[in-house]
């Protein structure tokens, strides 16, 4: 059984910075790309940024220059470096992962169970 668990969230002030964290484990074969996903109150989940095996990246616009999303591919684990951090960015952030639990089995979505981000002062 595979998996994802995010840390890290909490409240901040604006301006402030989390540092998300997301460790897969169990059954796991091999993972393709991560990324942090995240969903406000009626609105609908969004991609937030995400990174391939081979370390290319891609962020949301309303997110550039202030996020930064890493990996440790070697021990299945992801990390959002949020920065200078805005009343638009309260959500519960998701941990996604496409992977593998095994050899010759299909890559398939996995999602974590969320961690939640708020920016008050």
């Known amino acids: 059984q595979v998996q994802l668990v995010e840390s890290g969230g909490g409240l901040v002030q604006p301006g402030g910075s989390l540092r998300l964290s997301c460790a897969a484990s169990?059954?796991?074969?091999?993972?393709?790309?991560m990324g942090w996903y995240r969903q406000a109150p009626g609105k609908p989940r969004e991609l937030v940024a995400a990174?391939?095996?081979?370390?290319?990246?891609n962020y949301a616009d309303s997110v550039k220059g202030r996020f930064t999303i890493s990996r440790d591919s070697a021990n299945y684990t992801m990390y959002l470096q949020m920065n200078s951090l805005k009343p638009e960015d309260p959500a519960v952030y998701y941990c996604?992962?496409?992977?593998?639990?095994?050899?010759?089995?299909?890559?398939?979505?996995?999602w974590g169970q969320g961690t939640q981000v708020t920016v008050s002062s």
């Open positions: 996604n992962a496409d992977l593998a639990f095994r050899v010759g089995v299909r890559f398939q979505d996995y």
């Open positions: 169990g059954s796991i074969f091999s993972i393709a790309a």
């Open positions: 990174i391939t095996n081979g370390g290319s990246t």
